[in-house]
């Protein structure tokens, strides 16, 4: 689903996802001719990460312009792979700042449904709508003798967007398409973007948390909280007073892992043993109060949907984001939730082998998902 298609044409782009940190670029490219279907026929051509300093963007919006053309410049020329040939670009939003609804409307011919959306949106978005760039989904159905459409509208702030908008161009870059991030995720982590069951997808980002239900083939709604694994880090280093750029390695390199999966040479009476046993403990219980506070208002976006559906609660919890690294945290999730919680796969929509590591793969989520978006139509 894209909010600007400025294009009559479909040129292949890269997709690049800017959140308030970092910026990931990730180009596809086609293995054959033709038109490439899930799973096949894509490969990976170009990646890259740029870090950008805090407070040129913040909560989604760009509060320096000049020094997120420098970045995103920056970005394009330290890509990694192929060079890139193309300057088309698809891009994407954070949903906090996008309004996203499903409704119902009667069945009629696609040019009617725009005109019929644009007078029923009004309804549904808190905003005048000369005041939004406007999108809409019809969310696939099968059954036949349905007579009306279930329909996601999106609506994005021109505010928002108008300033991405021209850093893309200043940057030498030509918009295909923008988005909200949570659609991207869901092409990349959903087979064919299909799931008649309910999913949970949280992107454990280095800014926010979100969290994205998807279900009966459609994303139902989306919500965002301040944790970040860039929280985990900062709690880390409070609590073992260390520095942050230590406190991620040791993030890094223990996670949630219980002090008996520790396995150092040598007996375990050794004093590098329990010193690394300590430390661990002292990590597990710094970041206690932070995932309690995530499993909390986990379980309550959950309530929340259940309250307001028809559906069960979600069946499975699908993770993404840098945070999704944590060593544990999945299995901590799981056993908290009494849900099955697991690490997505980015690549399931474009080859049967992850093409780099799965860690990074997560960080590069949304950018993936945006590169699908940006190399064909069909997925």
Same mark, same amino acid.
């Given at each position: ?5 400025? #294009? ?24 054959? *001719? ?7 026929? #894509? ?12 407070? =040129? ?27 890139? +040939?193309? /300057? ?11 309004? !996203?609804? @499903? ?6 011919? *696609? &040019?009617? $449904? ?37 329909? !996601? ?11 991405? @908008? ?27 973007? +299909?799931?008649?069951?309910? @999913? !949970?997808? =949280?992107?454990?980002? %280095?800014?926010?948390?979100?969290? =994205? $239900? ?19 880090? &900062?709690?880390?280093? /409070? %609590? ?6 230590? %406190? ?45 506070? #995530? ?31 944590? +060593? ?10 009494? =849900? ?15 093409? $780099? ?5 997560? &960080? ?16």
């Amino acid at each position: 689903m894209k909010i600007l298609d400025y #294009l009559n044409l479909n040129p292949e782009a890269f997709g690049i996802d800017i959140s308030d940190l970092s910026i990931r670029i990730v180009k596809l490219k086609k293995k054959g *001719r033709g038109e490439p279907t899930a799973g096949q026929g #894509l490969s990976l051509a170009s990646f890259g990460q740029t870090s950008i300093k805090s407070g =040129i963007i913040k909560e989604g919006r760009i509060r320096n312009e000049l020094a997120l053309v420098k970045a995103i410049q920056k970005a394009v020329s330290n890509i990694k792979g192929e060079k890139l +040939k193309t /300057r088309y670009v698809t891009a994407s939003f954070p949903e906090k700042n996008a309004f !996203l609804q @499903v409704i119902k409307m009667p069945k009629m011919e *696609r &040019e009617e $449904m725009e005109s019929a959306i644009r007078f029923e949106v009004e309804n549904y978005i808190p905003m005048p709508i000369h005041k939004v760039y406007l999108d809409f989904q019809i969310i696939p159905s099968g059954n036949k003798k349905q007579n009306y459409f279930k329909v !996601l509208l999106a609506a994005m702030p021109k505010d928002i967007v108008d300033p991405y @908008v021209s850093c893309f161009k200043k940057a030498g870059l030509k918009i295909k398409a923008l988005e909200v991030d949570s659609i991207s995720i869901v092409r990349a982590l959903l087979k064919n973007k +299909k799931s008649l069951n309910t @999913v !949970l997808l =949280i992107d454990l980002g %280095a800014a926010k948390t979100s969290f =994205i $239900m998807f279900s009966d083939n459609s994303l139902r709604f989306t919500a965002s909280i301040p944790i970040s694994s860039q929280k985990f880090t &900062e709690v880390i280093s /409070r %609590a073992l007073e260390v520095d942050i750029k230590r %406190a991620e390695k040791l993030k890094t390199k223990y996670g949630l892992k219980n002090p008996e999966t520790i396995h150092l040479k040598g007996k375990k009476n050794k004093a590098g043993f329990k010193k690394e046993i300590i430390c661990q403990e002292r990590i597990f219980e710094a970041l206690i109060p932070i995932l309690t506070d #995530l499993v909390e208002q986990t379980k309550s976006y959950i309530d929340y949907y259940k309250s307001h559906s028809k559906n069960k609660e979600p069946e499975k919890i699908i993770l993404c984001g840098g945070g999704a690294n944590l +060593k544990g945290i999945s299995k901590f999730l799981s056993l908290e939730l009494k =849900i099955l919680v697991q690490p997505g796969n980015p690549w399931i929509n474009i080859s049967k082998e992850i093409e $780099m590591p799965l860690e990074k793969s997560l &960080e590069y989520t949304t950018a993936i998902g945006l590169a699908l978006r940006g190399i064909t139509e069909n997925i």
